[in-house]
Nanobody, 123 residues
Framework: QVQLVESGGGLVQAGDSLRLSCTAS????????MGWFRQAPGKEREFVAA????????YYADSVKGRFTISRDYAKNTMYLQMNSLKPEDTAVYYC????????????????WGQGTQATVSS
């Protein structure tokens, strides 16, 4: 079992930056693919970014490519999402997730989820 806890959300203005963190506990999370998803009010949860167990491969949704960066620190059992040049449409609850499979962009491929952290971008 893996427990995931997100932090770092908040209220910022368009163009600002936020860094989200996801700390894992329980079983070691190094063999897992880790991902970030987000869900805006009235919308389905959507893929944002993913990183493989070695950190050598990353994948991003087109909507965040070039603005967001995913990374992981094994020593701290923590994954990060650096979000730059934020836009109002980035407003959502952001969830981290862990998968025992390969990098995937669909919710159903992830086995463990955090509780989410709210990021709000004002115009």
């Amino acid at each position: 079992q893996v427990q995931l806890v997100e932090s770092g959300g908040g209220l910022v203005q368009a163009g600002d930056s936020l860094r989200l963190s996801c700390t894992a506990s329980g079983r070691t999370f190094s063999p897992y693919v880790m991902g970030w998803f987000r869900q805006a009010p009235g919308k389905e949860r959507e893929f944002v970014a993913a990183i493989n167990w070695s950190g050598g491969s990353t994948y991003y949704a087109d909507s965040v490519k070039g603005r967001f960066t995913i990374s992981r620190d094994y020593a701290k059992n923590t994954m990060y999402l650096q979000m730059n040049s934020l836009k109002p449409e980035d407003t959502a609850v952001y969830y981290c997730a862990a998968s025992r499979r390969g990098i995937a962009t669909v919710v159903s491929m992830y086995d463990y989820w955090g509780q989410g952290t709210q990021a709000t971008v004002s115009s």
